[in-house]
Structures are given as C-alpha cells and as structure tokens.
C-alpha cells in the first residue's frame, strides 16, 4: 500500500484553517494516525484511528476519513505548529509513512 | 522517567554489519510491542521493523528484509536491530519507538508509535 499526502509543503499565516490530506493506495479502514515533527525534534503522535486525539495534543487539531482518504486540518494556526506533519498507516504490515507536508508561517 | 535510549550507531563500510540497541525505562517494556523507524538526512520517516511484546512476531519493511533482524531481550529491557549488507541507502538516523496502546498497555494496541528514542546515526560510506 502506497501512501501519498497533498501539499508536500504549505505556507499559511497565523489563524488560519490547513487542511492536509493523506491518500493509501488501498483501503486501510481508519486504521491511520499523523504525527508531527517539529524541526531537529523527534515525531510525535497526534491523531490515531484517523479521528482520535492523542492525549495532550491541542484541540486545534483533528483528523477525518476512512477508508482511503484522510484529512488532519489545524482549525487555527499557531507558530508554534512549524512543522513537518506524517500520515502513517497501520491495518497490516508495512507500516507506511506518507512522504510528509512541511508547514510554515507566511 | 519513561524513555528510549538507542546506541550502537556510526560509520560503517558497504556491505558491512552493525546492531543496534535500545534500552527502555520506566514502563513494563515486556508488555509493549516495538518497532524501528528511520529518517534519511533531510527526508521523511521510513517505517522498519516492529515486534510483538513476546518477541515471537517480527515485522519487516521490503527494503529490508533478509539483511536486517529485529529482537529483544525482556530481561535486559532492550531492544535490537542487526543490520548486515550495509548499503549506502541505509544511512539514516534509527529511531527505536514504543507501540501505542490506548489507556496503558492493557487497552486498545495500535502500530504508531507514541514514545520515541532520540536516535542513533548510521552512516555506510567507504
């Protein structure tokens, strides 16, 4: 199963709505999570089973879809948010990563 | 504190060897399953290898299957990945991650990954 996400990178000001989404080859049920990936820090998980927030993560962000298409939108952007963000698909092994949106502020 | 703390990494030649571990802390390692997760410099994350808490089930990308073994040792509370036919196209910084379980490791498992290591390079070049 491939994964695929759109845009590869965005730029937006602060406040704005993002909305990035994730596309598998094949279905993969809700069996999908994002992460984000902070500039020289490690992954972090945000959202699993494509619609659950991960404890702690802020209520700006949530995740949609099933199936094969999957949507993570940040209802109002922060700095704080710079980011790279991954989908990850998990139903069955190989576990894949998408190729990953890069998030800046304009 | 709960962590991850992998070592083992460096600079090896094509073709060659190299393992990899990781030590846990702070939770019941044996109830977990693990995976490893690598980022080439300057690309995305790249999904490895995982095993189940028993270590009886093993997972491994295409990339890397029939080169690379993933195991554990429960007593030790660690974690490994031996690496062997080095191509220059491993080169990555290896994370080892923790399996997510939803409300500890008696609820709901799910193959992401919500507590990571900081990493260690792996660099094949001659």
């Known amino acids: 199963v491939q994964m695929t996400q759109s845009p590869s990178s965005l730029s937006a000001s602060v406040g704005d709505r993002v909305t990035i989404t994730c596309r598998a080859s094949q279905g993969v049920s809700n069996s999908l999570a994002w992460y984000q990936q902070k500039p020289g820090k490690i992954p972090k998980l945000l959202i699993y089973?494509?619609?659950t927030l991960q404890s702690g993560v802020p209520s700006r962000f949530s995740g949609s879809g099933s199936g094969t298409d999957f949507t993570l939108t940040i209802s109002s952007l922060q700095p704080e948010d710079i980011a790279t963000y991954y989908c990850?698909?998990?139903?069955?092994?190989?576990?894949?990563f998408g190729p990953g949106t890069k998030v800046d502020i304009k | 504190d709960v962590q991850l703390l992998e070592s083992g990494g460096g600079l090896v030649q094509p073709g060659g060897s190299l393992r990899l571990s990781c030590a846990a802390s702070g939770f019941t390692f044996s109830n977990y399953a693990m995976g490893w997760v690598r980022q080439a410099p300057g690309t995305g994350l790249e999904w490895v290898s995982g095993?189940?808490?028993?270590?009886?089930?093993?997972y491994n990308a295409d990339s890397v299957k029939g080169r690379f073994t993933v195991s554990r040792d429960n007593s030790r509370n660690t974690l490994y990945l031996q690496m062997n036919s080095l191509r220059a196209e491993d080169t990555a910084v290896y994370y080892c991650?923790?399996?997510?379980?939803?409300?500890?490791?008696?609820?709901?498992?799910?193959?992401?990954?919500?507590?990571w290591g900081r990493g260690t390079l792996v660099t094949v070049s001659s």
């Open positions: 095993i189940t808490g028993s270590g009886i089930n093993t």
């Open positions: 991650a923790r399996r997510f379980c939803s409300g500890g490791s008696g609820g709901t498992c799910y193959w992401s990954f919500d507590l």
């Open positions: 089973a494509a619609s």
């Open positions: 990850q698909k998990y139903n069955t092994a190989p576990f894949t």
